[in-house]
DNA sequence: GTCTATAGATCGATAGAC
DNA sequence: GTCTATCGATCTATAGAC
């Protein structure tokens, strides 16, 4: 079983460029992310991270005192790394279907890394057995996530640059939650549906374009 | 951490209302069902469910000699009663608006059961820790649910009972994705974003049988 | 069918040497 | 910072009494 989770977790390459110079606690985190995306923060132990890092699990201990200190520090990572990509993409690109792009861009990723699950994914599936430090952060997870979505979408109908019906706040709330659906339902099918549900995603709120003025007053 | 866990098992209603004429092996299922869609598959232990029927864990084993078996019985019996409610909802429901309506009280009777998890949604999860057999079994469950909505929007449409760009099918797996995100993304911000999912999902299919019928004009 | 008792593995965590 | 060694708890599973 151990065996197999290792050969699974090698298979993201991203473990592999890692430079060796890189300290080890941000080793430890980029190790520990990979196997909470693809097992689920009680599916990994310390024993794992240490196989992987060529290290004994107690030297884990020595970085992150207890689990909960290393899963809080878990999604501390991921929701900074998601604010500094939105502001990034802000930054660079201003069309509000294009960032939507760039979006759907970050589960593609995530399917090609070998079928991981995305961090909202796994929080909302583990969360009634996290510790509650962790919880609260997950809470703010989703919450980054959806105002994202919520603040693209809104000003993307605005712009005229995309179209849906009804809010945007509930509209965001269907993509993130078929997104989310879409990363877990394509491990098991294996048959690029998330591909599928994208250009379907893509499509909904591409062909309303045209009626906007007409499709929003009944 | 046992505590807690059968405390929260306790809150699930379906089981206190479990009649003590129960044969064991139907209980144990039950109870299995429940800390399944709760906790995922490795999240329960036979002592959870010995604990939960007042047995003790070695009587679980005369009934499932082990874990796997436990797991595929799970599962075989999910798809047994998907596949039993379809059939009794088509022979007394003409109307697919009326079917989608029946299919999304699926999701919100687990919300209301303490936010369960969706089968589909702990198999996704937990896919690559589960034994072959259950794999197996895990892509059955996830093909019978895509061919009924996949099947009953084709129908509706073509019936003029509701209206979605693009194919049935992909149209079925967005519809499969949200309603898996929205029961996890329910059970971290406890908000009853379920429901908004649920209306906005309604919303979108709704409104354009007017367009068809109106011709665009109104 | 259910029990007691026990096996071996793995878990999170700590103490103390180097 | 990393190591060896060890702890107590929990896990899946089996043997054998009743």
Redesign the pocket.
Known sequence: ??KR?LDEARHASRLRETSPEA???ERILEAGSDLFQRRGF?G?????I?VLL??????I??????????GLALLQRYRRIFLEWAEELESRVDDEWDRLQAYFGLYVDYQRSGSLICPSGVVSNDFDSLPEAMQEEARQLLRDRWNWLTRTLDNGRSAGKLNFPGRAAERALVIGAAMQGALQIDRVTSNNRMEQIIAQLELEMRRDVSDIDNGRSS
């Open positions: 079983m151990l989770v300290d080890t606690r009680n990994f132990s310390y024993k794992h240490a060529g290290l004994r699990h107690a030297a201990h020595y970085h992150f005192r207890n689990k909960s200190d290393l």
